[in-house]
């Protein structure tokens, strides 16, 4: 008798084929039969009219942190996701010499913008190498499965000491040697790859350049060398693609003879430089180097509320007073007295940082209950003041106090800059490109990605209306299958017999996404972005199921990938 058997389900099995209606049977955590008429199960569901797909693998994400207090993994197990990559853009916990970790959570902070106080309280620094931190992640279950990978910036301060956090600094030798043993030893231990940052925008909380920004060609081979000793392994990439700069990634390919992964992405001052990236990667495709481009679902966007990291009025000496209220409180207090909110609505003080404020405004939208993501440049606030005679500073408070203080505006810096998702659909189809940039557990009081999957679905294949569309089952491929095999992981992303049973039963139908908020769950009070989903009917990870009805049974299978 079976575990578990699916009846009746619409089945796109994560090879790209189209839906068929099939049964599905689970045994010892895996698939055990898929077709018509299979025996009996344990227990069985009825799944007439349901879509059945594998687990979502999210090879980008930033739980590095979080993977360590939080068994659960929110937001991304609300969102079909069964396995979780972190470790990525040069990041992260380990190794690490004792008493060093300060540095490390600054980085970690200006970086990814998760609070320096959360990752004090919430992070217990019991291990020095890298085989200690996957020990002290394997010893907590966890609802989904997770995988990291060596983090260049964590191994050259361990390497180098304080010399490693200045990127200017030139490792020896020796210490090139050392990266090199380290990488070749995590990547034995299981690490899924190494990862490093190449971008002036990662910087530490303290203004410093992420250290691997500069990194030249040793010791980008010193890198590669250790992924060519294991024969595993990705090298993960995140760099702005400035001369020459892809011919060094090519040259560490080709001596790893392992994947190149870069993180691929419109950005508004160079907007056609993602292509010159992507026919690089196409090209090197063609001469038989395993490369490819992490790509978003959506436009990356600010989220501003009054509740947030960051809002328009932040900054207004007139602020002073509604520092630490809550949006309701402000709300409140506004309503009150509006000679304060006409103070911060109509005096300017010229400031650069205003003017910044001013501009991003001017392309930002409000994010109602609709919740649009490819919005017309006709609604963003400045189209909006220049109609109706008003300023952006006064659209956006009306926007910030609507629903007691709750309200929010929603700002795409990356992959907008046409003002429509053309760019990424042109990304998404590309077969030199892997769906990644969700960014999970990262930007927590800025960005809430991490409901990119369910995004994925449900805007590209059943509700865009500004654009073509994508087949559902090329969709499920990207963010399952081909994910999976980019990151050397064939025992899932498939729904065919002895492929690991992660699974998503979908009511397609009700497939949404919930307006974003924030809440304060994190360590030390932390607050952050959530959204949560709905049309999750059930979600197994190793035939466990984890969610049902869009709520956590509190089942915890999930393991350490290694």
């Known amino acids: 008798m079976h575990d578990l058997v699916i009846r009746g389900a619409t089945v796109v099995d994560g090879s790209g084929a189209p839906g068929r209606t099939l049964d599905v049977a689970v045994a010892g955590g895996r698939i055990a039969e898929v077709g018509a008429g299979l025996g009996a199960g344990r227990r069985e569901i009825r799944a007439d009219g349901l879509l059945l797909i594998p687990g979502f693998v999210d090879i980008h994400t930033h739980y590095d942190g979080q993977a360590t207090w939080d068994a659960s993994l929110t937001p991304s197990c609300w969102h079909g996701v069964t396995t979780a990559v972190f470790g990525n853009c040069g990041v992260g916990f380990a190794p690490l010499k004792p008493g060093k970790s300060d540095y490390l959570i600054n980085l970690m902070q200006g970086v990814e913008d998760i609070p320096e106080a959360v990752l004090a309280e919430g992070i217990d620094f019991r291990w020095e190498s890298f085989e200690g931190y996957q020990q002290a992640l394997a010893d907590k279950p966890h609802a989904i499965d997770i995988g990291t990978q060596m983090p260049h910036g964590a191994l050259r301060f361990y390497v180098m000491g304080e010399r490693g956090a200045d990127h200017r600094e030139v490792p020896t030798d020796a210490e090139l040697a050392e990266m090199t043993r380290l990488v070749e030893q995590s990547l034995a231990a299981g690490a899924l790859g190494v990862s490093t940052s190449r971008t002036p925008k990662h910087r530490a909380a303290d203004g410093r350049p992420t250290p691997s920004m500069t990194a030249d060609a040793p010791e980008l081979h010193a890198l590669a060398e250790g992924l060519r000793r294991a024969g595993r392994g990705v090298l993960q990439v995140n760099s702005d693609f400035g001369p020459g700069e892809f011919e060094l990634l090519r040259q560490a390919t080709v001596h790893s003879g392992r994947p190149l992964s870069v993180l691929l992405l419109q950005s508004d001052k160079a907007p056609d430089l993602w292509r010159e990236t992507l ?16 790509v978003g679902a959506k436009g990356i966007g600010i989220l501003m509320c009054l509740d947030s990291s960051r809002h328009p009025f932040l900054d207004h000496p007139a602020w002073a007073p509604l520092a630490g209220l809550s949006g309701r409180e402000v709300a409140a207090r506004l309503q009150a007295d509006p000679a304060l909110r006409d103070r911060l609505v109509g005096e300017r003080t010229g400031e650069p940082a205003e003017r910044f404020m001013q ?4 392309r930002s939208f409000v994010m109602d209950e609709a919740q649009d993501y490819e919005p017309d440049m006709s609604a963003s ?10 300023t952006v500073w006064a659209l956006a408070m009306e926007a910030l106090l609507a629903d007691q203080g709750a309200g929010l505006l929603m700002h795409p810096f990356e992959n907008y800059s046409e003002g429509s998702l053309d760019v990424v659909r042109e990304m998404l189809v590309s077969d030199a490109t892997v769906m990644g940039l969700s960014d999970a557990g990262a930007h927590v ?28 089952e090329f969709l499920v491929h990207k963010q399952t299958r081909g994910n999976a095999l980019a990151y050397g992981l064939p025992d899932r ?4 017999p002895g492929m690991k049973a992660d699974l998503n039963l979908i009511d397609f139908s009700r497939l949404d996404l919930r307006r974003p908020r924030i809440v304060h769950d994190m360590p030390a009070g932390g607050r ?17 199921e984890i969610l049902r009805d869009d709520e956590l049974t509190g089942e915890l299978p999930g393991r350490l990938i290694r």
């Open 381 to 390: 606030l400045g189209a909006r003041a220049a109609r109706e005679g008003r």
């Open 279 to 294: 026919a690089n990667l196409k090209a090197g495709r063609a001469a038989g180097l395993a490369m490819n481009g992490q």
């Open 493 to 496: 992303g498939l729904i065919a």
């Open 528 to 544: 952050r972005f959530i959204q949560r989903a709905q049309g999750y009917r059930h979600t197994f990870v190793s035939g466990v």
């Open 359 to 362: 501009r991003m405004l001017e």
């Open 445 to 472: 009081g800025l960005i809430c990605d991490g409901a990119a999957p369910t995004f994925l679905l449900k805007h590209w294949a059943r509700d865009r209306r500004r654009g073509e569309r994508i087949p559902l």
